[in-house]
Structure formats: C-alpha cells, structure tokens
C-alpha cells in the first residue's frame, strides 16, 4: 500500500469546522460536510453525493467540487467518458494545484467502497483550501460567483463610460453670457452634483463592495480580472471628474455671481427708469396745471414742485449713468436696450427743462444748469468696474446712504419713507458688502497705505450706519399695517447683513494693519540694502582712489552694520512665516517681499565678499606699486651719486683709477 493510505493512519482522521449559511447548528461535522458538498455538486448531471465511500469512487464528484470553483480546470464532459482512475488522478493533481495536500492516491479509493474516514479527512482538506463565506461575516459562495462576476462587470462598464462622458463634459469653461442661460447652466450643474454624483457614487461604492467580495476569487484564480476593471481603476476616473467639476465650478461661480449681479444692477436700472417716468408725468401734468392758470389770467401755483421733480429725474438720471456705465464696462448682454432707455428719458428731461423755462421765465434755474446729453452719457460720476479694487482716491468710490429725513421729505407719506429709509440703508450695507470683499489689498507701500486709509473711512461709516439701523429699528412698531410686513422682512435682512459687514470690514481693517506694518517694515529694509548696494557698486576702485585704509574701515562698518540687521531679516522673515500660515489675504504680497527681502540680503552678502577681496587684492595692488616706485627712486638716487663719486676723464692717474675701482668694488658688496 501506498503512504498516503489514511484508513491505515487513524491519526489523520479529522473534520474541519464547517460553517453552511443558514443551517442549523446542531448539525454534526460529518454532516455538515456531507450538506456543503450536496450543495456545491447540485445541479451536476449523474452525480449525487449521499455518503463518504461508494460515491467517490469514480472521482466524478471530486472533479465536481474542483469544477465548482475552478470550471477553468475541469472538463466535465470529459470526466463522464474517463475511467475512474483518470478521473480521480485528475482530481487529486489539480487539487494538488489549488493547494489542497495530496492525502489520498487514486488506487486507494478506485475500489467499490473506500475508506469513509480517508474521504472525509480528505474532503475536508479541500473544503479548508477553496474559498468560502466566512461565519457571521460576507461573502460568496461557489454558486454565486458568475451572477455577482457579471454584476461587477456590468457596473463597471456602466459607470467608467459615464464618468468618461461628464469629464469631457466638466472640461468645458466656455459659458453663455445670457444670465437666463447661465442660470440654467448652473442649476444644471448643481442637480449634477446634488443628485446624479451622488448616485454615481453609490454606485462606485457598490463596486467596491462587490470587489470586496469577488477578491478571494480572484485571488483563488477562478475570476480573471480584465485590465481597467480594478476599483483603483474607477478611482483614478473619478478622481479625474472630480477634479474637472471643481474647476468647473471654480469658474462657473464667479460666473453666475457677476452676471446675478449685473442682472440686479439691470433691474435697478429698469426700476429707477420706471420711477423716473413716474416723476416725469408728474412734471408734465403739473407744468400743464399751470400753463392752463397762466391762461386763465391766473398766477401760477406749482413752480416749487416742477423744480423739485426735475431735480429728482436729473438725481435719477445721474444714478442710472452710474450703473449704466458698469453695465458697459462689463459688457452686460441687454446694455443697448437699456441705454437706449435711459437716452429717452434724458431727451424727456431736456425737453422739459426747456419747456419749464419757457414757461416761468424765471431764473430759479440758474442754478440747475441743463445737463447735455454728452455729458450725461459720459458722466463724471465715475462706477468702479466689478473686476477692479478701490478708486484711486480714499473716499469717492463710496457714498454715503440718505437719511431718513431726505426720504420721508420726498415720499408720499411717511411709512413709505420708513420703508425706503430701510431699503436705502440695506441697499449701502450689500454695495460696501460687495465692494469690500472685490477690494484689493495693495501690491507696494503707496497701494497698502491707500487702501489702509480708505479702509479707515469705510470703517468709520459702517460702525456710524449703526445709529442709522437703531433709529429703522424704533420706526418698526410705527409702521402701518399695509407697510409692517415688508418693513420686518427687510430690517430683519438688513440687521443680519449690517452684522455681516461690520465683520467683514474689521478683518479687512486688521490684516491691512498687519499687512501695512509687515510692508513698512520690509519697504525700509529693502531701501537699506539697496542704497548699501548702490554705495558698492559706484565706489571707484581705480588708481585715482589709492585710500584703501578708509574703504577697509568702511567694509568693517558695513559688515557689522549687516550683523546687527540680522535679527531685523529674522524677525521679518517670521512674521511673513507666520502672515502665510494664518492664511493672510494678502498672502502673495507679503510672500513676494519676504523674498524680495532674503533675494537682495543674500546677493548682498554675496557683494561684501567680493569687496572683501577687492580690498584684499588692491591693497597688494598698491603696496607693489609703492614698493616699486621707492625702489626705483632708490635706485636712481643711486646711479647719481655714483656718477657724482666716481667720475673720471683722460687726465686721471692709473693711481686714482685702481683706488676709485677698488672703492667701486667694495660698494658693490655693501649694495649686494
């Protein structure tokens, strides 16, 4: 017999737990394990498994449990036509594969009735190799594989496509300019991201789930997976749409935001017209009143109140060029038709003041000078485009609101002139609102103090606005009841966005200080630096300037000067460490002069050490020149007096000759 024979080996006799979902656990192991292979052999043509011998004699059922969970390794039309010796040599080599111990040879169970105990140790073996649903937890079982296999490819090939399809689609930064259209668009793009990303990412989640599950199969070898259907696979997609959307929105925003607002400027235009008209009528049929009187023989009785209308519609007008000069700078899609309506009732105007002239032939007008269509269309009141900061000066980009005075004056009664007293002031709060948060911070000191000035009178008329919102506040209780609605909805607002801009404007009056100070700091620094460069590069190291002593002082001055600042460059170099981390709003400025600072710091250091050399190599430089003219004064003092000492002619004796060669000789070894 062969060693593997178990029935001979009682010490390898032993189930495996077993766990079958849904079965009772007062099952026996043997029964279990004889439950779990009825399940998983169920459905094979000729193959029943009813004990642990005879029915496995023919090794048909194990090729059926192999084929279960590895049809890939198994040919079942083939098992029904093989011998039982070759079926269960198949059997037991590819279970070999799978990592199930061969336990058993196939002549030991190619007999009537094998061992029961070999076959059950032997099965259990097999069922502890091959994957299963674990107790208490998910998973899936040999029978569930292809179902849930074909739900994990159909949802693949169903969500990748889609995502796909909505990047190329979130690529897209081209917008239509209608406000109706862009509106749409939008709204669209929200549903998109509300609704449809939502359920698309159920649906990713749900594949991760499948994944989950179908892994120990895959890992087992019985499922293939194709490239591009890994979990990470749809991540790396969707992470790509993800990114597309944000920058979609990054740049639809602001989009909707500026045409939302040019749309309520539009609005403002169509409304002031539309008041405008009204004011206009009342002229007209007032100056009327008054030419039927002056017909009559009658004075007239209405001059005060004509004047008063025709300066309301030139105040009117004025507005109207304001916002309509926004519109064009911004290239508002409806601006013609609106221009054009404004140009009508600035020809109504005219028309007007010349008839009221006429009429009265008075000169309360004088000081109402008729304002020329020209100059209307051009007006002097300047709008600040959206896309820009402050105006030039600290204080003409602002106005300040009416009182409630001014309005009750030229209202028809007095709740409509609390009511327009609050639409005024919550009109003022959301401009300063909008024009603070598009307010730049400055890129240099004159820019940084500009704005840290205007800041301060803005400031200042914010925290004054709030006696303004107490007194609307005191009129609530007043109000009638045609009025009190409205006049409660509106304080309501107007107190909530008043609290808004009081903090918006204090923190953009604390980081204009902290930004100013930081500026002011690095401004005189940076002078510092490059006037000692300035000095550096000017100073004449040429013959004509021989005074290396006083530069050499110099450079020690400077170098100490250097060492003193360097805590000046640290400091400022933490506070910009320290503005960037806070998230500052002028970030890139403080970052750029916090750079421009160590940039000219360090070339800087990188001059003083080529000065240091400089003096190094000129005061050798000037020391080889001194030496060499000392030298060569020495010699020709030299020369001369041998000429003097030593000077002969024809007429002198051989004896003076030897003694003047003698003396000659031993002068030449004392200079020696």
Not at 228 to 247: A, F, Q, T
Not at 297 to 307: A, K, L, R, T, Y
Not at 316 to 329: F, K, P
Not at 596 to 613: D, F, G, P
Request: proline letters at 3%.
């Amino acid at each position: 017999m062969k060693k593997r024979r178990l029935f001979l080996c009682p010490v390898f006799w032993q189930i495996s737990d077993i766990y079958i979902s849904g079965e009772s656990g007062d099952m026996s192991a043997k029964e279990k394990l004889l439950l779990w292979t009825q399940k998983v052999t169920a459905g094979y043509t000729g193959i029943k498994c009813t004990n642990f011998s005879s029915c496995w004699s023919d090794g048909k059922m194990f090729n059926a449990l192999i084929h279960r969970y590895r049809p890939d390794l198994v040919d079942m039309e083939r098992v029904q036509i093989q011998s039982n010796r070759e079926n269960l040599e198949q059997a037991f080599e590819v279970a070999e594969r799978l990592g199930v111990t061969r336990l058993l040879d196939a002549e030991d169970v190619d007999v009537p009735s094998p061992d029961e105990k070999s076959v059950i140790t032997y099965v259990s073996s097999i069922y502890d190799a091959f994957p299963k649903v674990p107790e208490g937890g998910e998973g899936i079982n040999a029978m569930e594989v292809d179902s849930k296999w074909q739900e994990y490819q159909s949802r693949v090939d169903s969500l990748i496509p889609w995502i796909k399809q909505h990047t190329i689609l979130m690529s897209d930064k081209t917008f239509p300019q209608n406000p109706v259209e862009l509106k749409a668009l939008y709204n669209q793009y929200i549903h998109f991201k509300e609704t449809e990303i939502l359920a698309k990412e159920r649906e990713k989640g749900r594949i991760e789930e499948l994944y989950k599950l179908l892994e120990v199969w895959i890992e087992f070898g019985r499922i293939k997976l194709p490239q591009g259907y890994h979990p990470n696979d749809v991540e790396e997609e969707w992470g790509k749409l993800i990114i597309e959307m944000l920058e979609r929105e990054k740049s639809l925003r602001p989009a909707v935001e500026r045409l939302e607002l040019l749309l309520q400027i539009a609005n403002k235009i169509q409304n002031g017209a539309l008041n405008c008209e009204e004011k206009l009528t009342l002229a007209k049929n007032t100056l009327q009143a008054d030419a039927a009187h002056l017909e009559s023989g009658q004075p007239v009785q209405c001059e005060s109140d004509v004047i008063m209308y025709i300066q309301e519609c030139e105040g009117l007008i004025r507005q109207l060029q304001v916002d309509l000069q926004i519109l064009r700078d911004e290239n508002y899609y409806q601006l013609e038709e609106l221009a054009f309506r404004v140009m009508r009732l600035q020809d109504e105007l005219v028309t007007l003041r010349l008839e009221c002239t006429n009429l009265y032939r008075k000169g309360h007008f004088t000081s109402l000078e008729l304002v020329p269509p020209s100059t209307l269309t051009t007006t002097h009141l300047k709008a600040e485009p959206l896309t820009k900061g402050t105006h030039s000066s600290s204080t003409s980009w602002f106005r300040k609101p009416m009182t409630r005075a001014e309005l009750v004056s030229i209202s028809s009664s007095e709740d409509e002139g609390n009511l327009r007293f609050v639409y005024e002031l919550l009109s003022w709060v959301e401009e300063m609102q909008m024009k603070l948060e598009r307010a730049e911070w400055g890129n240099d000191l004159p820019s940084v103090e500009l704005q840290l000035e205007t800041q301060q009178h803005i400031h200042t008329s914010v925290e004054e606005l709030g006696l303004s919102v107490k007194e609307a506040r005191l009129y609530e209780g007043k109000m009638s009841q045609n009025f009190h609605t409205s006049y409660v909805e509106t304080l309501g607002k107007l107190e909530t966005q008043y609290c808004k801009l009081k903090e918006t404007s204090s923190f953009r009056m604390r980081h204009l200080q902290s930004l100013h100070k930081f500026v002011s700091r690095a401004t005189a620094e940076l002078i510092w630096l490059n006037e000692k460069e300035e000095e550096e590069l000017a100073y004449d190291w040429s013959d004509n300037n021989p005074n290396i002593s006083a530069k050499r002082n110099y450079f020690s001055e400077l170098i100490l000067e250097l060492e003193e600042k360097q805590d000046v460059f640290r400091s400022l170099q933490d506070t910009a460490e320290l503005l960037s981390l806070e998230n500052h709003p002028a970030k890139q400025t403080v970052e750029a002069y916090s750079a421009a600072v160590q940039s000219q710091l360090q070339w800087m250091k990188q001059l003083c050490l080529c000065v240091e050399q400089h003096v190094k190599d000129n005061t050798a430089y000037f020391q080889f020149f001194s030496d060499a003219r000392d030298l060569e004064s020495f010699l020709r003092n030299l020369q001369d007096s041998i000429k003097r000492k030593y000077s002969c002619d024809h007429n002198t004796s051989l004896s003076r000759l030897e003694d003047l060669l003698q003396d000659s000789m031993v002068g030449v070894v004392s200079v020696g």
